[in-house]
């Protein structure tokens, strides 16, 4: 692995000392360290002991380099500086720091196990959780103040490895293309109104992020996203099923294709050219068929493309049509996803997914789509390195 710039974020607690270790570690690996410990975190541990062992400085103000850090590390991550963060404070460098950086974020808390336990805690650990924050710890064992209990921070060495893991992940994705289709389609009626349907585009969005931190050069093409597009991708606006047709297929030959649009089957087939005034009579309108994209590229694949398709559909008969789906488009990997249920799906945070592939299917626990995203690139680099 190439050298890699890592921020190691020191918070308060006796398990302070223990980022000595992982700073060592971490130098000694090649990478470039910067320390950056709140003020709590210096009455345990003098500044100048980390920045000995990362032979850098520790800014003291929110530098802008700071946040093209390949990976921040927060050990220990105290109930303190946890709370902050799952708030979105910035009152030190550290958490300023956190709340500008849109990199990968490993944290390790280390807490007294009563706070561990609180429910404030646990929801605060789950928010960052569900922003894609990869936690590790804390592990059961004697605290410093001689309980036992789930609060001892993991071992610097554990702490390391998964660093190590996560900046991997950071250049497995290099020099490939990744072309990502997201939110729903809208078809119009008249000069004014559509026909559309209620995906935010967050699990395409989601996706895309995931891509470019993992190294891709990512094109998403973006069918009215209610969410903000992630930072460092090429976003290409296409309105209706057309738009998204002719955006894709022009770029067809990417290495990973992603078709997480809702794009609509079916759209009005003889839009009025201005808005439709209201007489009192019916107005029936005929859809049309829309073309299938996922299919044209299917059929257009060359060798080497991996093709992953979205399935929205209800319960079993859902999951049995995502395997039809699968053969008739001629993806790799059908992601289905049952709308049924009202907790996950189309616009909510949440998403529980069966990934339907030729080798058999795989149900994920319900998660953050930032999480299924996470486990969709890691499904896709794994078949890239043919472990498919
Ligand atoms: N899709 C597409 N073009 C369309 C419709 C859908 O590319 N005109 C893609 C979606 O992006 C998704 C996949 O096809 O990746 C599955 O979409 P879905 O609507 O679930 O399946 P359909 O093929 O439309 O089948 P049906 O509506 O009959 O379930």
């Known amino acids: 692995m190439s050298m890699a710039r890592v921020l190691v974020g020191v918070s308060g607690g006796i398990a302070a000392y223990k980022a000595c270790e992982l700073t060592r570690l971490l130098v000694r690996a090649g990478h470039e360290v910067t320390p950056i410990l709140t003020p709590e975190a210096e009455r345990f541990v003098a500044a100048q002991t980390f920045e000995a062992l990362a032979r850098r400085e520790m800014p003291r103000e929110l530098f802008p380099h700071l946040v093209e850090a390949d990976l921040l590390v927060i050990a220990p991550l105290s109930a303190n500086t946890l709370g902050k963060l799952a708030q979105g404070l910035a009152d030190n460098v550290l958490t300023q720091t956190a709340l500008a950086f849109d990199g990968p974020v490993l944290a390790a808390p280390a807490m007294n196990p009563r706070m561990w336990a609180h429910r404030a805690t646990r929801g605060n650990a789950e928010t960052l959780a569900r922003r894609g924050v990869e936690l590790i710890g804390p592990e059961e064992g004697d605290t410093a103040e001689g309980e036992v209990g789930v609060g001892r921070m993991s071992e610097p060495e554990e702490i390391f490895e998964r660093a190590q893991s996560l900046l991997e992940k950071r250049e497995q994705l290099d020099g490939l293309r990744v072309l990502v289709t997201a939110g ?168 529980e997914v069966v990934f339907v592939s030729g080798e058999g299917e795989r149900r994920l626990e319900k998660a953050s789509k930032e999480q299924i995203a996470a486990a969709i690139l890691d499904e896709v680099a794994e078949r890239l390195r043919g472990g498919g």
């Open 184 to 351: 729903g389609t809208r078809e119009p009626l008249d000069a004014v109104r559509f026909l559309g349907n209620r995906s935010s585009g967050r699990m395409g969005a989601a996706l895309a992020a995931e891509a470019r931190r993992r190294g891709a050069e990512v094109t998403l093409v973006a069918a009215n996203l209610s969410v903000p597009a992630p930072v460092g991708v090429n976003v290409v606006p296409a309105s209706t099923a057309d738009d998204v047709a002719r955006e894709t297929l022009a770029r067809g030959d990417a290495d990973v294709v992603l078709m997480a649009a809702a794009v609509a089957d079916y759209r009005p087939a003889e839009p009025e050219q201005a808005k439709r005034p209201k007489d009192g009579n019916d107005w029936t309108v005929t859809l049309e068929p829309t073309t299938d994209v996922l299919r044209e590229v299917g059929e257009r694949r060359t060798n080497g493309q991996l093709l992953v398709g979205f399935a929205a559909d209800t319960g079993e008969r859902g999951l049995e049509r995502a395997r039809e789906k699968l053969a008739a488009k001629r993806a790799d990997l059908i992601v289905f996803n049952d709308v049924s249920r009202e907790d996950i799906g189309f616009d909510s945070a949440d998403n």
